[in-house]
Every structure is written in structure tokens, then in C-alpha cells.
């Protein structure tokens, strides 16, 4: 899954820890394309999160972005290449066998077989849902589309004041992989305003709603990031930060979070089926 025109993934995700405050932090940075994963990237966000629950060294994860944004959104312009290259996506499942055949094309499994992927831990959509260290989010600009998901499924987000949180897909399909979760941690009357509007909502906006746990001026955000950091990897031992991650994990189990995955999922998978209105101009539905 190279792509000569795409950086490779350890550029676009990097990892460094200290052994000493027990704090990793994960970077996106492809700052230039508004630091967008492609498929690998997304791999091998999944496998560091994997890395660090296992890791003794490791007790807080902190995820943050280069430059002026958090994030948009994963790569589109690489998934719509992808759905002419069975090798592409093959390669996304993680699959090498060469005698594997993706479904074909008008099959309900060549759209449904990738989404389902995505509700799992390992495609790098949702690996924070089973994460049993503290993770911490940390967004800025914008938090869109993949990025949004992830502060979704961060224990704690802080943002600063000029943060904007969306999804572009609700404007142009009206789906996304983390339905369910956003309206756990958004709540279902304020989550279906951002839906059937279109409109990102500002970070005073996800405060008041109970998103983010502490909105602060952009110069302020790092310092306060780390402040919740040390405060999060001092408190307790990491055997006890574990079973604190397994109790919550459950809880969210219990109302549904996988579940919820698998149905977005589905919905996904029949988008091409959508019939768009006559006067539908944005989707050329009155071509």
C-alpha cells in the first residue's frame, strides 16, 4: 500500500514516549493536507494504540496535530482511488494472500465488506475503544471526518476556543463511523442538529454539550494538555488505570458503542442506493 505520491506512514503518524512520566504522544503530521492518514497511516495509528496498551512504560497517550488544525479528515481523494484497486484494498484489510478476490463491483459486499472493516478496532478507525491507557485528545482549526472520530473516542478532549468539530459527510452523504458514539458523548438532540443541518458546531458549543472537558486560548493548549497529562499518569497505577479502561469499556459496550459501529457501517454500505431529490443541486440530482 506505497504510494510514491503520499508520504509513508511513519512520517504522517509519529510516536514518542517518556518512560519517566509515562506520557506516549501520537502526532499527525501532514499539516500541508491538513494532516489527512491515508489508508496506511490509519494501520499504523491502530497498531501504536495496540503498542501502548500493552507497553509498561506507557500510561497516558496524548494525540495531537502539526500546524494551525487537529484535523479534517482521512484521505479521500486516496479511498476513491482505491475503489478501481482490489490490491488497495486488500491491502487495507490487511490481507497479502494473493489468492484472495475482493467482491466485485454491484456486489452489496464490494462497498459493505470495507465499512464493516472500519467498525473494527484494528482498521484505525475506533482503536481508542480499546485502549486501556488514558488517552487525550487534543484538538485545534478544524476536527473533522476521521479526527473527529477520534475525539469522540478519547477519555478526555481539550480544545482551544477557535476549534470547529463536524463532519463533512453530513452534507454530502449522511453518514459517518461514529454515529452512535457522538450521540453518547454529545447527546442525541444537539448530535441531530449537526446532522440534518450540515453546520460544524465551535468548541464553546461542544463545551456546553459536554464534549470537551476544557476549552482554552490557542497559545494556552499544549501547557494544559500536559498539565491533564501528568495530573492523569500520577494518580493511580497502571494496573489500575487498566481496570478503570475496562470498567468504562463496558459501560460503553452496554449502551451499544460496537453495536452502533456495525450499523453505521451498514448505512454506510447503502449509500449508493439513495435516491436524490429533483432539485438536489449540490448532488446534480437536477442535471
Not at 509513508?8 to 510516536?15: F, L, N, S, T, V
Not at 489468492?99 to 475506533?126: D, E, L, M, V
Not at 479502561?245 to 463496558?250: D, H, I, P, S
Request: glycine letters at 8%.
Amino acid at each position: 500500500m506505497v504510494d510514491a505520491q503520499r508520504p509513508p506512514a511513519e512520517e504522517i503518524i509519529r510516536y514518542a514516549k517518556d518512560a519517566e512520566t509515562k506520557i506516549a504522544t501520537i502526532t499527525f503530521n501532514r499539516p500541508e493536507f491538513l494532516n489527512a492518514p491515508t489508508a496506511a497511516a490509519r494501520l499504523r495509528y491502530a497498531d501504536l494504540l495496540r503498542g501502548a496498551t500493552v507497553d509498561d512504560d506507557v500510561k497516558v497517550v496524548v494525540i495531537r496535530g502539526v500546524g494551525d488544525d487537529f484535523g479534517s479528515g482521512a484521505d479521500l481523494p486516496e479511498f476513491m482511488e482505491g475503489q478501481d484497486s482490489p490490491e488497495f484494498r486488500l491491502a487495507e484489510l490487511r490481507l497479502e494472500d494473493d489468492s484472495i478476490r475482493y467482491p466485485p463491483k454491484g456486489s452489496f459486499r464490494h462497498g459493505a465488506t470495507i465499512s464493516a472493516w472500519y467498525a473494527n478496532s484494528q482498521a484505525g478507525n475506533r482503536p481508542l475503544q480499546e485502549l486501556k491507557k488514558i488517552s487525550i485528545v487534543e484538538t485545534k482549526g478544524y476536527c473533522y471526518g476521521w479526527h473527529f472520530y477520534q475525539a469522540a473516542d478519547a477519555d478526555l478532549v481539550i480544545s482551544s476556543d477557535d476549534a470547529l468539530f463536524g463532519h463533512p459527510s453530513f452534507r454530502y452523504y449522511g453518514w459517518g463511523p461514529r454515529m452512535w458514539t457522538w450521540i453518547q458523548t454529545m447527546g442525541l438532540r444537539k448530535f441531530q442538529e449537526m446532522v440534518f443541518t450540515g453546520r460544524p458546531f465551535t468548541a464553546e458549543e461542544m463545551y456546553q454539550c459536554n464534549f470537551l472537558n476544557k476549552v482554552v486560548p490557542r497559545d494556552q493548549l499544549e501547557a494544559e494538555v500536559q498539565k491533564y497529562a501528568l495530573a492523569c499518569a500520577r494518580n493511580r497505577p497502571t494496573d489500575t488505570v487498566f481496570m478503570q479502561k475496562v470498567f468504562f469499556e463496558v459501560v460503553k459496550q452496554y449502551q451499544g458503542e460496537y453495536m452502533g459501529s456495525l450499523l453505521s457501517a451498514f448505512f454506510e454500505s447503502m449509500g449508493g442506493h439513495i435516491h436524490h431529490d429533483a432539485d438536489d443541486l449540490e448532488m446534480g440530482g437536477g442535471d
